[in-house]
């Protein structure tokens, strides 16, 4: 029997309010006079014209929804759960046994030790699965969501298309932004390294990327810092220097970094006597995140965080989220585990039950892929098991995504196809501000053009 927080956090508000939205919306483009797209390939022009189409940004036509009494409890839940990663990294911090499980590489502990100054990671998201009652938790960013940026561009635009606004007279919406807080959480940060200037001087670092076209997430970032009276330059790594203790950029003084480039994937090419890990060292610049904050993206923090025996003195409220919404995760190696209340034989328990597991590897990469025992056979799965001995790999319960359907313009048609989402709550120090809605064609396992953003409206009733 679930606790009363379990069943607390469970998504309770009957589902006829957002499927009658639905419904409503969906009737209303497919009619006159939204039925010729002529507004549709309007709004196309505006997101270009708004530089927002670097990227498959939107492909969808209509909002995705969510009621007041969800978000609210999304919030909820996602502030604990991130509550309880504080707690996990500082323990991880202090106990060399736990560091060992995370898997870490020589670099990122030594980078983990240094005191960043602030005590708060800045910017993060959880990958969350949705349905009509359930909410689960399946993995953990610690880069600046892109949904927030553009998220609020979308917003707006979406919030005055023609059938939006008609759908408006009918169903109250609102808007979920969060490039505020954002900006809020990082001056806060930035006071708590007892920075000097009043409007410090921030630095975007991100890897090149030099055949992108259109607007990165970047600039958009850039654009809103500087429009807030923030002076704001994009930088790769080849261009900072680190003289008279300060990091630079030629005669550009650095205060603040936004660091838009993964620790591993800077590794690769960079050591650790780079100037931006010399002047994080020193203290000299306030980075946004921290290389603390990479920890909290390996998915061996999720094989901690569901051991009950390391969260038996986390707050009840934690612990309750923590064993309703986090699948089952444990770092693949041989020996025994719990499953839930029972001892296993971790290879034999997940040779066993394949169609309910997921292989991953610790850390999110574009060159290794998930593994999903139910879209392999017994031989596959076997080889799936050998190759997750050799790299760094977690095994996870599988968490199914729920599935809505979505109208698209396909050919100049209006088309209504099976997505499946992904809600992303945003989170700036802690605190949840906001959520994206990324969508991703069924049954698909690769890349799609129909992958991308669906702006998220809070729907408060009629």
């Known amino acids: 029997m679930q606790s009363g927080l379990a069943r607390a956090i469970l998504f309770q508000t009957p589902m006829s309010l957002v499927s009658e939205a639905v419904a409503r919306y969906h009737k209303l483009i497919e009619s006159e006079p939204y039925i010729d797209l002529a507004w549709a390939h309007a709004l196309q022009e505006r997101i270009q014209a708004e530089k927002l189409d670097g990227r498959p940004v939107s492909p969808v036509l209509r909002p995705h929804f969510i009621t007041k009494r969800d978000y609210a409890t999304l919030v909820k839940a996602s502030e604990l759960v991130l509550s309880a990663m504080a707690r996990m990294e500082q323990m991880v911090l202090t106990t060399p046994a736990l560091v060992a499980r995370m898997q870490l590489l020589p670099a990122e502990r030594m980078l983990a030790s240094v005191d960043p100054r602030y005590s708060i990671t800045i910017s993060s998201l959880l990958d969350t699965a949705q349905t009509e009652k359930s909410l689960y938790f399946t993995g953990y960013s610690s880069d600046i969501p892109g949904g927030v940026l553009y998220g609020d561009a979308l917003g707006d635009l979406y919030f005055e298309a023609p059938p939006v606004k008609e759908f408006r007279k009918k169903h109250k919406l609102k808007k979920l932004g969060g490039t505020k807080p954002l900006l809020s959480a990082i001056l806060k940060a930035y006071k708590e390294t007892k920075g000097k200037q009043k409007r410090p001087n921030i630095a975007i670092v991100e890897a090149r990327q030099p055949f992108q076209s259109g607007a990165s997430d970047h600039a958009l970032l850039a654009k809103y810092f500087t429009s807030e009276g923030y002076v704001t330059h994009i930088l790769s790594p080849e261009q900072l220097e680190y003289r008279n203790d300060a990091l630079r950029s030629g005669d550009f003084k650095i205060d603040i970094v936004l660091r838009r480039v993964k620790l591993q994937d800077f590794l690769i090419k960079y050591d650790l006597n780079h100037p931006l890990i010399r002047a994080y060292k020193d203290g000299a610049i306030c980075m946004v995140n921290n290389f603390r904050a990479d920890m909290r993206a390996k998915r061996t923090m999720f094989d901690l965080l569901t051991d009950p025996k390391l969260t038996a003195k986390f707050p009840a409220a934690e612990r309750a989220v923590l064993k309703d919404h986090l699948p089952w995760t444990r770092f693949m190696q041989p020996g025994k585990t719990t499953h839930k209340t029972h001892n296993v034989d971790l ?3 997940v040779a066993k039950h394949r169609n309910k597991l997921v292989l991953r590897p610790n850390d999110e990469t574009s060159e290794i892929h998930p593994i999903y025992g139910a879209q392999v056979d017994d031989a596959a799965w076997e080889k799936a098991i050998k190759q997750a001995l050799r790299t760094p790999f977690v095994v996870q319960e599988v ?29 700036f120090g802690g605190e949840v501000h906001g959520a994206s809605c990324w969508l991703g064609m069924a049954g698909s396992n690769g890349f799609s053009t129909l992958t991308g953003l669906a702006p998220t409206f809070m729907l408060e009733g009629k």
């Open 347 to 349: 290879l034999d328990f």
């Open 399 to 427: 968490v199914n995504h729920a599935h809505a359907v979505f109208p698209l313009m396909q050919y100049g048609s209006l088309m209504m196809k099976d997505m499946v989402t992904h809600i992303y709550p945003h989170a």
